[in-house]
């Protein structure tokens, strides 16, 4: 079972980034999946998640209006578009997927948005 994310970067205050999460190894179109986000000496936070049946999405206040999460169930990927990036949104960011209790984590990938 894998979760590997990508797109990270160092990007200017108001540019975009797209985050990618690739599964392997479990039945993806079956879990819930989520973006979680931590910051150096915060907590990790939830930033987006998107329902298995439906493909209904919910975003932390913070980005909703900003970041896009939507999932390609063919492909087994789930992507995070973020655009009017913000200094504090500086952080290193987790892929999630949960079952019915079962959760895997991706090693994250980190983001920096720095002038």
């Known amino acids: 079972v894998q979760l590997v994310e990508s797109g990270g970067g160092l990007v200017q205050p108001g540019g975009s980034l797209r985050l990618f999460c690739t599964a392997s190894g479990f039945t993806f179109s079956g879990y819930d999946l989520s973006w979680y986000r931590q910051a150096p000496g915060k907590e990790r936070e939830l930033v987006a998640h998107?329902?298995?049946?439906?493909?209904?999405?919910n975003y932390a206040a913070s980005v909703k209006g900003r970041f896009t999460m939507s999932r390609d169930n063919a492909k087994n990927t789930v992507d995070l578009q973020m655009n009017s990036l913000k200094p504090e949104d500086t952080a290193v960011y987790y892929c999630?997927?949960?079952?019915?209790?079962?959760?895997?984590w991706g090693q994250g990938t980190q983001v920096t948005v720095s002038s």
């Open positions: 999630n997927a949960v079952r019915f209790g079962v959760e895997y």
């Open positions: 998107i329902r298995s049946v439906g493909g209904s999405t």
